[in-house]
């Protein structure tokens, strides 16, 4: 069964740190893969992809110098450290992958077709 499972969320306070996972069953990618997030009442938003094949990763401004995303092949899984972590971070965290290429967006949620079932991040101040 090809699925993404993602885990490491958790309730901290603001300027401490969290690692998320997301591990990839029956599916391994050679493409982009991502993190996204959705708060109630917004869109799910990308927040940093990584091109696996060469390891090339890509951030959302917001994001930029505080988190990093990165894979372990080996064990099939994404990360994504977070630190410096602000209340504006609190959201559901999503792994996206399975990029439809072409000219799609990386940004897009449109642009994958596999999802996991997403992991809670609340950043209190």
């Known amino acids: 069964q090809v699925q993404l499972v993602e885990s490491g969320g958790g309730s901290v306070q603001a300027g401490g740190s969290l690692r998320l996972s997301c591990v990839a069953s029956?599916?391994?990618?050679?493409?982009?893969m991502g993190w996204f997030r959705q708060a109630p009442g917004k869109e799910r938003e990308g927040v940093a992809a990584?091109?696996?094949?060469?390891?090339?990763?890509i951030y959302t401004d917001s994001v930029k110098g505080r988190f990093t995303i990165s894979q372990d092949k080996a064990k099939n899984t994404l990360y994504l450290q977070m630190n410096s972590l602000k209340p504006d971070d609190t959201a559901l965290y999503y792994c996206?992958?399975?990029?439809?290429?072409?000219?799609?967006?990386?940004?897009?949620?449109?642009?994958?077709?596999?999802w996991g079932q997403g992991t809670q991040v609340t950043v209190s101040s």
């Open positions: 996206a992958a399975d990029f439809k290429g072409g000219s799609r967006s990386i940004w897009d949620r449109e642009s994958y077709n596999l």
């Open positions: 029956g599916y391994f990618s050679n493409d982009w």
């Open positions: 990584i091109y696996t094949r060469r390891g090339s990763t």
